[in-house]
């Protein structure tokens, strides 16, 4: 079966820095696009950053634009977000999912209904 497990996330003050990472199994992972989505209380989930397969292309909302860097370690099945300089509105659950392909071009928002897999999504919560 497959699962996507994140990991990383805790409580910073604004400023500072964090690295969520995920991990998937069960599946081929560099056939996968894999994205990064986060969701606030009473807002919307947005979709923060995505990577190719082969990680030449990436996606990020322009909310983290500059200060969040995804990547990708495919012999290791897994998918890394940097985030540098957080302020308090990144605070969200954030969730790693999978999807085989895009409706969406990469420099426009990633559809949810395009990713397959879904991990439990781990705490983020910045202090002012």
């Known amino acids: 079966q497959v699962q996507v497990v994140e990991s990383g996330g805790g409580l910073v003050q604004a400023g500072g820095s964090l690295t969520l990472s995920c991990t998937a199994s069960g599946l081929t992972f560099d056939d996968y696009i894999m994205g990064w989505f986060r969701q606030a209380p009473g807002k919307e989930r947005e979709g923060v950053s995505c990577i190719s397969w082969s990680g030449r292309n990436t996606y990020y909302a322009d909310s983290v634009k500059g200060r969040f860097t995804i990547s990708r370690d495919n012999r290791k099945n897994t998918v890394y977000l940097q985030m540098n300089s957080l302020k308090p509105e990144d605070t969200a659950m954030y969730y790693c999912?999978?999807?085989?392909?895009?409706?969406?071009?990469?420099?426009?928002?990633?559809?949810?209904?395009?990713?397959?897999?879904w991990g439990q999504g781990t705490q983020v919560t910045v202090s002012s």
């Open positions: 999912a999978a999807a085989l392909a895009l409706t969406t071009d990469w420099g426009t928002p990633p559809a949810s209904d395009d990713f397959h897999y």
